[in-house]
């Protein structure tokens, strides 16, 4: 980006009247107009100035000020390579001019503003909501505006249709500390009301051997056989193992079958006649 080096100094001087402050700030320059000024001052930006690209609108609020909003135009110089910020306050009842005039983007970047924060623009073509669902009440990025809103909407079975209903919070909004976890809390945290938090009087060292455990005796128990290197006695009733299982013995009247069972087996004679 072009240094900033000479551009306040140079537009403060051609904004003239219109100027309400100017200063720079995180590296651009920011500039205060007053409100009725603000389609001339973007217009001589633009033209005279190759301020030629509005690139946002942003709104800011401030509950505690009688002008609680500022509306902060964003305007880039491509020939130039540089970037400046120009801003107005309103309030809720105030319209500020439009400058869809100037640039067409501009319709729906006031439409968002107006949606969020509900600041209205006078001449805008088209100030409808754009963010937020139909009918939806209220403007979600005041500051005094809930976090979880008024309503909230749900599809009806028995409606056939989205219903909205009143908010209701499956739990409180809890507050969180972020307490550093190496520090510990001042309190007593869920769960620890029983624990033992005295402070310990003799901590556990491992200077010696015998503090670990290790020695002859931990050397000698670790050679000896483990129960599960042992061999695990079957069950009563369970099969022994074919390989080491005897050849059993042919029953009174039986002889053993000697024959290979691959052999194959003779012919049947057939009755009363030769083979």
Known sequence: MTSNEGAKSALSAALGDMLLDAHEEHGE???????????????????????????????VDFPD?????????????????????VKLTTDEATPVPTVTTLWPNAGWLEREVFDLY????????????????????GHPFRKDFPLTGYTELRYSEEEKRVVYEPV?????????????PWEGAE?????????????????????KPADTGAGKAANKAAAEPSAKDSVP?????????TED???????????????????PKAKAKPKGGKA
Do not use: C, W
């Open 245 to 263: 299982r005897p050849q059993r013995k042919p029953r009174k009247g039986k002889t053993a079958d000697t024959k290979s069972a691959t052999e």
């Open 29 to 59: 320059i920011l500039f205060t107009v007053k409100r009725a000024a603000i389609e001339d001052a973007l217009r001589l930006l633009r033209d005279d100035h190759e301020y030629q690209q509005l690139m946002e609108i942003a709104g």
């Open 187 to 207: 309190y007593v945290l869920p769960g620890d009301e029983k624990a033992d938090t005295s402070p310990v009087n003799e901590p556990k060292v491992t200077e």
């Open 168 to 180: 209701e919070l499956a739990q409180d909004l809890r507050q969180f500390d972020f307490m550093s």
């Open 65 to 85: 000020r009688a002008e609680r909003f500022e509306v902060v135009y964003m305007l880039l110089s491509l020939t130039k390579n540089h970037r400046i910020m």
């Open 118 to 137: 509900g600041v209205k623009f006078a001449g805008n073509p088209d100030l409808r909501r754009i963010l937020t669902d139909y009918g939806f009440e």
């Open 233 to 241: 006695t079957p069950a009563p009733g369970a099969p022994e193992p």
